[in-house]
């Protein structure tokens, strides 16, 4: 297979992308304040519900679960309008059809034809990375692939809600718990580069960062939360610290 991604490790760091959370947070977000995405992660938890949006949203302040993919679009329009996440997503051309081919290649493993497409994919992402300023925090729902500290490839989100629907969609045993992983950088050191969508198609409310390098990956703890509208589920909450 060709080398390049290991012939350029030495070459010159990448550069930096703004820290996102010191100005996003703390968010407004219907009357409440939210200092942190953990914090709004929480909230969130605590009133999804499984009852029909209308019984639902006249109990006030509480998601439903049939809902959740509009208020994933409402947060993405607020990330939108946040001048630095331009800055995340005007850094490079990339799109989710590039990600999404790189990930194809990545997994195959009997095609001798396309052998070295995963690693050529790979050297031209990583000509485009930005490195995730320190405190940064991502999210991820469900269990997080085996391979990621192998591959030290990492497919993330900055908003609560997508990592929701993912967890809640992610294919587990009954009454095992809904997984939700907050990823916290804790160095300046991770290589990523945030998607860029077409606001025309329906990836537009993802707001998904794709990380394709780091030193460590640590779990750091555990919450398990209840939610009793969901009373057969509970929630896990893996904290992590990468970098």
Not at 72 to 85: A, C, D, E, G, V
Not at 105 to 115: L, R
């Amino acid at each position: 297979m060709l080398s390049f991604f290991n012939r350029n490790k030495a070459a010159q760091l990448p550069p930096a992308l703004p820290y996102l959370d010191s100005v996003f947070y703390p968010l407004l977000w219907q009357q409440h304040l939210f200092q942190s995405a953990p914090h709004f992660l929480q909230h969130l938890i605590d009133n999804l519900s499984v009852e029909p949006a209308d019984l639902a949203i006249s109990n006030g302040n509480q998601y439903p679960v049939s809902s959740l993919a509009g208020y994933q679009k409402q947060f993405s329009q607020l990330l939108l309008q946040q001048p630095l996440y331009q800055e995340w997503i005007n850094f490079t051309v990339f799109g989710r059809y590039i990600q999404r081919s790189f990930s194809v290649f990545y997994q195959q493993t009997e095609d001798v034809f396309n052998a070295e497409m995963p690693e050529i994919l790979k050297y031209e992402l990583m000509r485009h990375t930005q490195r995730l300023p320190k405190g940064q925090v991502l999210l991820v729902g469900g269990k997080l692939p085996l391979s990621v500290r192998s591959e030290k490839l990492l497919m993330t989100t900055l908003n609560p809600f997508k990592a929701m629907v993912d967890a809640l969609s992610a294919a587990t045993p009954v009454n095992s718990p809904y997984v939700i992983n907050i990823i916290t950088t804790n160095s300046d050191k991770v290589k990523a580069f945030a998607v860029k969508h077409n606001k025309y198609t329906s990836d537009g409310g993802r707001n998904e960062v794709m990380i394709l390098d780091f030193n460590h990956l640590i779990l750091t703890k555990e919450d398990t939360y209840k939610n009793n509208a969901q009373s057969e589920r509970s929630y896990l909450i893996r904290h992590y610290m990468i970098g």
